[in-house]
């Protein structure tokens, strides 16, 4: 699944597109993502897209009449092409803008979300934006509000760091990774992080994201730029898909095991 930082690649690489451009048509087909499409978002015809952002693993694109959300779910790309290159199988929803540019999203197990919002109601005050906990690389997500916000949680630290009522972008190749650097096992319950290491998680989950937005992303197994090209941050994980190999830092093979129906990763030794 494309976390915060292939979702901030995939924002990189269509801004320059579809940023100011006014948009000349949209497409969809007749299959259902995780919801169906509207008819809605034929109000985006003749639209200037005035701002794209990103919140959580969303994509927003703001226009003046109206928003734009994008989730690219679990298998899904969005990719930069000339306008006329003919849809392949699973491409499923398009924008065509009047500078012959065309914003296409692929999802083969059609896990994503497209939805439109009018003017006058923006995704932010609405559901799924509207409850989700601050951006990793904000002034709000600091020590004083971790510490505090773990002392609610009884579950693991893995799981409660991949909750995005905590902190959003934090999923589960980034959470195994985070825990790791931090030597923190991830089998410890939330509430008994000490402050310190909450320091120690805030600046493993910058530092580990913002290395991978600059390799463009991990690509596991399908996850490609919006230019077409794979990830590369895949060749610096250090447990993630190790199970078996030696621990880099202490040669003691790395272990996995299930926590909250996914694959956690970790090294025995140093996370103790």
């Given at each position: 699944?494309?976390?915060?930082?292939?979702?901030?690649?995939?924002?990189?690489?269509?801004?320059?597109?579809?940023?100011?451009?006014?948009?000349?048509?949209?497409?969809?087909?007749?299959?259902?993502?995780?919801?169906?499409?509207?008819?809605?978002?034929?109000?985006?015809?003749?639209?200037?897209?005035?701002?794209?952002?990103?919140?959580?693993?969303?994509?927003?694109?703001?226009?003046?009449?109206?928003?734009?959300?994008?989730?690219?779910?679990?298998?899904?790309?969005?990719?930069?092409?000339?306008?006329?290159?003919?849809?392949?199988?699973?491409?499923?929803?398009?924008?065509?803008?009047?500078?012959?540019?065309?914003?296409?999203?692929?999802?083969?197990?059609?896990?994503?979300?497209?939805?439109?919002?009018?003017?006058?109601?923006?995704?932010?005050?609405?559901?799924?934006?509207?409850?989700?906990?601050?951006?990793?690389?904000?002034?709000?997500?600091?020590?004083?509000?971790?510490?505090?916000?773990?002392?609610?949680?009884?579950?693991?630290?893995?799981?409660?760091?991949?909750?995005?009522?905590?902190?959003?972008?934090?999923?589960?190749?980034?959470?195994?990774?985070?825990?790791f650097a931090s030597r923190i096992s991830p089998?410890?319950?939330?509430?008994?992080?000490?402050?310190?290491?909450?320091?120690?998680?805030?600046?493993?989950?910058?530092?580990?994201?913002?290395?991978?937005?600059?390799?463009?992303?991990?690509?596991?197994?399908?996850?490609?730029?919006?230019?077409?090209?794979?990830?590369?941050?895949?060749?610096?994980?250090?447990?993630?898909?190790?199970?078996?190999?030696?621990?880099?830092?202490?040669?003691?093979?790395?272990?996995?095991?299930?926590?909250?129906?996914?694959?956690?990763?970790?090294?025995?030794?140093?996370?103790?």
């Amino acid at each position: 699944m494309p976390e915060l930082p292939e979702v901030e690649v995939t924002l990189r690489g269509i801004s320059s597109a579809l940023n100011h451009a006014v948009i000349k048509s949209v497409y969809f087909d007749d299959k259902s993502l995780r919801k169906p499409f509207s008819k809605d978002l034929y109000n985006l015809e003749g639209a200037k897209v005035t701002d794209i952002t990103r919140r959580a693993k969303y994509i927003v694109v703001t226009t003046d009449k109206g928003y734009l959300l994008i989730h690219l779910g679990m298998t899904g790309h969005l990719s930069v092409l000339d306008e006329g290159v003919e849809r392949q199988l699973h491409d499923h929803f398009d924008i065509t803008t009047l500078n012959h540019k065309v914003i296409r999203l692929n999802d083969t197990r059609r896990f994503g979300l497209v939805l439109y919002f009018a003017k006058d109601n923006s995704p932010y005050d609405n559901e799924p934006l509207k409850s989700l906990g601050p951006e990793p690389f904000s002034d709000e997500f600091n020590v004083d509000y971790l510490y505090n916000k773990l002392q609610r949680y009884k579950k693991s630290i893995k799981q409660t760091l991949m909750d995005n009522a905590v902190v959003v972008g934090v999923g589960n190749i980034y959470a195994s990774e985070v825990l790791f650097a931090s030597r923190i096992s991830p089998l410890r319950k939330a509430n008994k992080i000490t402050k310190k290491e909450c320091q120690l998680l805030i600046d493993n989950i910058v530092k580990i994201l913002k290395a991978s937005i600059e390799k463009g992303g991990t690509t596991i197994r399908d996850f490609q730029g919006a230019d077409g090209k794979l990830g590369y941050f895949v060749q610096n994980l250090s447990v993630y898909g190790h199970e078996g190999e030696a621990c880099k830092v202490c040669g003691t093979p790395i272990e996995s095991t299930v926590q909250g129906h996914r694959t956690t990763y970790y090294c025995p030794h140093c996370q103790k």
